[in-house]
């Protein structure tokens, strides 16, 4: 015997009745009104019209045959698990961890502000903020304060300009800064959903670090490059020891954008700063926050999607993509093509695309309208005009889940057609569209929307740098604004799914707090290091950009802890670097806050003078054979004596060589310089060509990407 649920044909008229359909219904298999009572589990009554109950195969069997009963499915036992980002990428619960340590890192996170009473903040168990501690928390409008998890809390905002959609205070009235802030360093959340989706613990990488908030993007104006720097500075000087920061779109120039300088100061100080690679995909040499010294993050799909059924009158069903938090109250409902709702032949372009303008509302109103995709919104003008639902049909189909905020789902262009065949070969079309469930997907893959290589700041620096969760991630959210925050949405949750490189950032600047947990004395480089060496190699055939999309992989938390070898530099190797890269004296003095004089420092060494733990060799033609010479020292970071050989994978055209190709450690902290020579036979024009550098000991894999491009 095992436990089925049943769903019935009409909706319930009242409880009661409902309740006594449910037990006739069953008593007809079990033989008695008794045993039917005694093996009902629930009689659902409110939103929809089913039982559960303990029966046998051939019962339930029995019930599917019955005119009455729709659909009879077996009850499964399902592990919780959420937000799932964690336990996808090998961080989860039981994880070893340094509690001791990691209760004396603070995150700091630049963002939009935060949510102090959401239940990921409370401070449950932490003692007084760590000793080193030097940053404030004041009185605020709307904000109920700090405490020991949320240790820090300050907005800027030196414009000025009065915007009447925020707050003058950290308040998050946005969303995306509370959201962001607990997927780093959340509590454990048990219970945490969506409405029922993506139900489970939701945590951050390290729940006992602490937080400290700095508010420098608004709702009406964005994020200010004078805020922007205000905030790392006051981050600096509070103590936090990494930065995350998902907010992208500045310049270029290493020198002349807020956040590379900002992150510049902060390495300085030892504290690592994680930013987002930018939502700019998939065209090529779209990434941001590119600069050498902050870790960039792209966007990648966990092993699940948020998909809906749409039931026809066809008696055809059929599944689309995106967030449908809501039951329907009947069995169908007539279905119109947007095209034949509009008001005027002349609106029928428009009508096709659902703008409200061009809609006749009594021809929307009591159905489901299908709508081609142009700008999100189209089931708000639908539930605006009296209509039940929107079918939306996309020419990409989304890696995203769009959150609806009224019964909708994306289909592709094949589905859209075979709809509007349907519409048009009967007079009374129906559809339904019932509420989202999650279904497994392969993964991981690329975002579409991650943006890509080639590094347009530097032809030297293989950007972004790593890959991490970021599509459909389940975090705490903002009571202040509604989920899809338009007009009309009566949709709060204290948990929403967001997508975005917004979202990757702060999985990498938790797991970079995870680190220094277990290395207090390690440098950003190092840390760094650690995260790209050991990611998981992602599948080219999948993602065709390859490292131009995913970096060195996937985020690979608990292997990050124990790289064996770490590329390390300080601020004096950046610098050589930035005047290899032709970056002159007097604007570099601005940078580093003190006079450069590059032809009087000492040269970095190699084709790219720097000791990055990737490699990348840019051409600009195909004339002759190209060599790159590229110098790299690696630090014995494990124990000793251990010697570590070289595997290269070279790409077809391609000549790597690795001298030597063995390293003998005696100490720990040893460290040892080796050169790659990469040589060049052919390349077409566009293309790039993948390899790999792995040291090998017994104990350790370290995994250096290698990329040959030509533009």
């Not at 409902?333 to 372009?349: E, F, H, R, T, V």
């Amino acid at each position: 015997m095992n436990f089925y649920i049943v769903f019935l044909g009409a909706d319930p008229v009242s409880r009661d009745i409902a309740l006594e359909t449910h037990l006739n219904v069953l008593s007809a298999v079990k033989g008695s009104y008794l045993e039917a009572k005694e093996s009902l589990a629930y009689s659902y009554t409110k939103s929809f019209n089913a039982f559960a109950a303990k029966l046998s195969e051939d019962e339930a069997n029995m019930l599917s045959a019955m005119d009455e009963v729709n659909l009879v499915f077996k009850n499964q036992y399902r592990k919780l698990h959420t937000t799932r980002s964690w336990n996808f990428i090998g961080l989860p619960l039981t994880a070893k961890r340094r509690l001791k340590v990691e209760r004396d890192i603070v995150v700091g996170l630049l963002d939009t502000g935060i949510t102090p009473e959401s239940k990921s903040f409370k401070d449950d168990g932490l003692g007084p903020p760590p000793a080193k501690w030097k940053g404030s928390c004041g009185h605020y409008a709307n904000f109920t304060g700090c405490n020991n998890k949320l240790i820090g809390a300050k907005y800027f905002k030196a414009d000025g300009r009065t915007d009447p959609l925020d707050i003058l205070s950290p308040i998050d009235v946005d969303g995306h800064g509370t959201h962001t802030a607990s997927t780093a360093t959340g509590n454990l959340v048990s219970n945490a959903s969506l409405f029922g989706l993506a139900n489970g613990t939701a945590r951050g990488a390290v729940p006992s670090a602490r937080l400290s908030v700095y508010k420098v993007c608004w709702s009406l104006s964005g994020c200010a490059d004078m805020d922007i720097l205000a905030a790392f500075d006051a981050a600096i000087h509070d103590g936090v020891d990494v930065i995350s920061i998902s907010i992208g779109g500045g310049n270029p120039d290493f020198v002349h954008d807020s956040i590379s300088v900002g992150a510049f100061h902060a390495m300085r100080k030892g504290i690592i700063t994680v930013a987002s690679a930018g939502n700019d995909g998939p065209s090529l040499g779209s990434v941001t926050n590119s600069a050498p010294w902050i870790v960039t993050v792209a966007a990648s799909g966990i092993d699940r999607a948020f998909k809906s059924t749409v039931h026809l009158g066809s008696g055809k069903n059929i599944s689309g993509i995106g967030i449908n938090c809501f039951n329907p109250k009947r069995n169908e409902y007539p279905l119109i093509n947007g095209i034949d709702a509009a008001k005027d032949s002349k609106s029928k372009d428009d009508a096709r695309f659902c703008y409200k303008e061009a809609l006749e509302p009594n021809k929307v109103k009591g159905k489901v309208v299908y709508c081609k995709l142009d700008s999100w919104g189209a089931e708000a003008v639908v539930k605006e005009l009296g209509g039940m639902g929107a079918i939306i049909e996309s020419d990409q189909y989304p890696d995203v889940a769009q959150i609806f905020m009224a019964p909708a789902t994306i289909v592709n262009n094949s589905i859209g057609e075979s709809i509007i065949h349907y519409t048009n070969s009967t007079r009374s079309s129906s559809a339904v569209i019932y509420k989202t469930h999650e279904e497994k997907s392969p993964a991981p893959f690329v975002a579409t929307f991650s943006s890509r290589g080639p590094n347009s700041a530097s032809q030297n620096i293989l950007k972004p740098d790593i890959a991490a969760p970021g599509i459909d991630i389940l975090a705490s959210y903002t009571l202040r604004t509604s989920l899809t925050g338009l007009k009309g949405d009566t949709q709060f949750s204290e948990f929403s799914l967001l997508s975005g490189t917004s979202m990757a950032c702060p999985h990498v600047a938790g797991v970079a707090a995870y680190v220094k947990s277990f290395h207090p004395d390690w440098t950003p480089a190092a840390i760094r290091s650690a995260i790209i060496t050991t990611a998981k190699p992602m599948s080219r055939r999948i993602n065709n950009e390859a490292e131009f999309a995913f970096g060195s992989g996937q985020l690979n938390p608990t292997r990050a802890v124990s790289p064996g070898l770490v590329y390390d530099m300080d601020d004096l190797g950046y610098i050589q670097f930035l005047c290899h890269e032709g970056y002159n004296g007097s604007t570099l003095s601005a940078l580093v806050g003190s006079p450069v004089n590059c032809s009087s420092l000492l040269p970095g060494f190699g084709h790219d003078a720097i000791n990055y733990p990737s490699i990348q060799l840019s051409l600009e033609s195909n004339k002759g054979t190209k060599i790159g010479v590229f110098r790299r020292t690696v630090t014995n970071v494990g124990p000793a004596p251990t010697i570590f050989n070289a595997t290269i994978r070279s790409p077809k055209g391609v000549e790597i060589t690795v001298k030597p190709t063995s390293l003998n450690f005696s100490k720990t902290k040893q460290r040892k310089s080796f050169k790659v020579v990469v040589k060049v036979n052919s390349i077409k024009s566009m293309q790039m060509l993948s390899g790999s550098l792995i040291w090998r000991s017994p104990r350790y894999i370290v995994r250096s990407p290698i990329v040959i491009y030509r533009q």
